[in-house]
């Protein structure tokens, strides 16, 4: 399976971006997704996940509040909907998918789409 992200792009502070993932199958579709993102000299480190069914959800909590995902599980596609994005959220935003049917970490995933830039200007 393949992951393919789309959604990123330049905003101000305040401001709010939609990201998309795609699976190019529905080999994902019985099990956890979510996403990280990283920047340059930094660890990739985890935002949120959804389990199969759509839930349960999980946010950093440097992201609870403003951040919201969701999946359509008929359109393969998860959703990252970023809301009062701040100059901290600029990083490459990573699509994954999980090994089991809850839960995302770093340890569990199974398949990374190939990223796509995210840049909050002040």
């Known amino acids: 399976v393949q992951l393919v992200e789309s959604g990123g792009g330049l905003v101000q502070a305040g401001g709010s971006l939609r990201l998309s993932c795609a699976a190019s199958?529905?080999?994902?579709?019985?099990?956890?997704m979510g996403w990280f993102r990283q920047t340059p000299g930094k660890e990739r480190e985890f935002v949120a996940s959804?389990?199969?069914?759509?839930?349960?959800?999980n946010y950093a909590s440097s992201v609870k509040g403003r951040f919201t995902i969701s999946r359509d599980n008929a359109k393969n596609t998860v959703f990252l909907e970023m809301n009062s994005l701040e100059p901290n959220d600029t990083a490459v935003y990573y699509c994954a998918a999980s090994r089991h049917s809850t839960g995302l970490s770093i340890q569990t995933v199974s398949t990374w789409g190939q990223g796509t830039q995210v840049t909050v200007s002040p």
């Open positions: 199958d529905r080999t994902v579709s019985n099990n956890a």
């Open positions: 959804v389990g199969w069914r759509g839930s349960p959800t």
